[in-house]
Nanobody, 114 residues
Framework: VQLQASGGGLVQTGGSLTLSCAAS????????VGWYRQAPGNQRSLVVY???????NSINSVKGRFTMSRDNAKNEAYLQMNSLEPRDTAVYYC?????????WGQGTLVTVSS
């Protein structure tokens, strides 16, 4: 199983980024997939997730700003992030939970400057 996250970078407050998570060896569409983030000094935490049925949910602080989607044919998940704020600065990871086992990608750094 490999999860390759990409798309991070440096953006100004109010800007946008789209993260991608390319999966191999595991199905994005058949499992729970989440985007997580870890800011310096903090633990990794869930930001938004999508169930195998396609429903999504997110933490309150990103509601209306972050949108998760997936492309079943490409076996990829995406995180569209708009109206970015400095507090969104973190390393973002995609994670897949399959039958209780968790898989992680290497993370991509998002830095939002004020």
């Amino acid at each position: 199983v490999q999860l390759q996250a990409s798309g991070g970078g440096l953006v100004q407050t109010g800007g946008s980024l789209t993260l991608s998570c390319a999966a191999s060896g595991i199905s994005i569409s058949n499992n729970f997939v989440g985007w997580y983030r870890q800011a310096p000094g903090n633990q990794r935490s869930l930001v938004v997730y999508m169930s195998s049925g396609g429903s999504t949910n997110s933490i309150n602080s990103v509601k209306g700003r972050f949108t998760m989607s997936r492309d079943n044919a490409k076996n990829e998940a995406y995180l569209q992030m708009n109206s970015l704020e400095p507090r969104d600065t973190a390393v973002y990871y995609c994670g897949v939970n399959s039958a209780g086992r968790e898989y992680w990608g290497q993370g991509t750094l998002v830095t939002v400057s004020s």
